[in-house]
């Protein structure tokens, strides 16, 4: 008897490892993954490195910190008090620069701004041109660019009061703290003599700790740069992933691959077996009841009842009829339902 359904099966299984291997050899082959994982890989290779020379940075400005307060607690102690009745001379320079610094600013925004209004005024005057040139038509481009224009001259002449106003402020702080400064100096000019080492040993150490300071402050910027980066490169694998989940969930449904080799052999032989199976039990059912039939007949039929005032029925029918005879009816009628049951 045939066997079709073994090797088709496992040309079946054999099919779909296939298409499982050949899509996970898809996926990874995509080029998307492998420049994402690119970004990962780099932008994980560059935060370490960062980080390692953000904590040495570190570590070497908090060095430095301690070592200038011991070195200049040693040099303060070695000087004196006059370290202590200088200070407010040096924070007097110290307020005096950061006012000039401030004017400077102010300066450049004043200028900023008298150069847009006179850009401002110089387009109101060219709108004016237009309009008066183009008189009897009166045209609207030349009237909505004169309110533009005129629009600009009233900003620029606001942002320039203000920046001069405020330049007129910073000059005059400016010029209180030089004038200040002066005073101290003139006050205390030998107890800013004999401090000097000690002051001079501090801006030392303040430019250091400033360098040392502005290089954390741009290795903490490169490591939240590359960290965003990473950050965007994992986004961006999720969502490569997550697309590739869903083409999946949308070509399962009505993928029509082929049967394998064998199967419409196996439906076929399933189809005749089954065939061959119910014209089987119909024949048998028509066997039972035939049989049934039968056995009913020789209840009803096979009565010898009306045999027994026959003389000749024993040279008829022989000696085992005669000693069957003796027999009660109901016995030969069940001898013959179990050889029609057989």
């Not at 070592?67 to 001379?89: F, H, I, N, V």
Request: proline letters at 3%; one cysteine or more; glycine letters at 4%.
């Amino acid at each position: 008897m045939l066997k079709p359904s073994g090797k088709p099966e496992g040309a079946a299984r054999r099919a779909d490892r296939e298409d499982e291997e050949a899509g996970r050899h898809e996926e990874e082959l995509d080029p998307r993954i492998q420049e994402e994982l690119e970004q990962l890989n780099q932008a994980s290779e560059e935060i370490n490195r960062l980080e390692l020379q953000l904590d040495e940075a570190r570590s070497s400005y908090r060095r430095i910190l301690s070592d200038s307060a011991r070195r200049l607690k040693a040099q303060s102690s070695q000087l004196g008090a006059c370290t202590e009745r200088a200070r407010p001379y040096y924070e007097a320079r110290r307020l005096a620069k950061e006012a000039q610094q401030e004017t400077q600013k102010a300066a450049l925004r004043y200028e900023r701004a008298v150069s847009m209004h006179a850009a401002a005024r110089e387009m109101v005057h060219v709108a004016e041109q237009g309009l008066l040139a183009d008189k009897n038509t009166m045209d609207p481009t030349w009237q909505e660019m004169l309110n533009h224009a005129t629009a600009k001259v009233n900003e620029a002449e606001e942002e320039r009061l203000h920046s001069e106003h405020e330049h007129q402020r910073v000059t005059q702080l400016c010029q209180d703290a030089e004038a200040r400064v002066l005073t101290l100096q003139k006050a205390l000019k030998k107890v800013i003599l004999k401090s000097k080492p000690y002051f001079e040993l501090k801006a030392q150490f303040n430019h250091i700790l400033e360098e040392h300071k502005a290089e954390v402050v741009q290795l903490e910027k490169q490591v939240t740069a590359v960290k965003t980066r990473y950050s965007v490169a994992l986004r961006n694998l999720e969502q490569i992933s997550e697309q590739i989940h869903a083409q999946r969930g949308r070509s399962a449904p009505c993928d029509g691959r082929s049967s394998p080799v064998g199967a419409e052999a196996e439906v076929k032989g399933a189809s005749a077996n089954s065939g061959s199976s119910s014209s089987a039990g119909a024949t048998d059912c028509l066997s039972v009841v035939n049989l049934l039939t039968i056995a009913s007949d020789l209840e009803n039929c096979d009565s010898v009842e009306h045999l027994e005032d026959l003389s000749d029925s024993g040279s008829v029918l022989g000696p085992q009829w005669d000693q069957e005879r003796k027999e009660t009816p109901e016995g030969f009628v069940k001898r013959h339902q179990r050889s029609v049951s057989l």
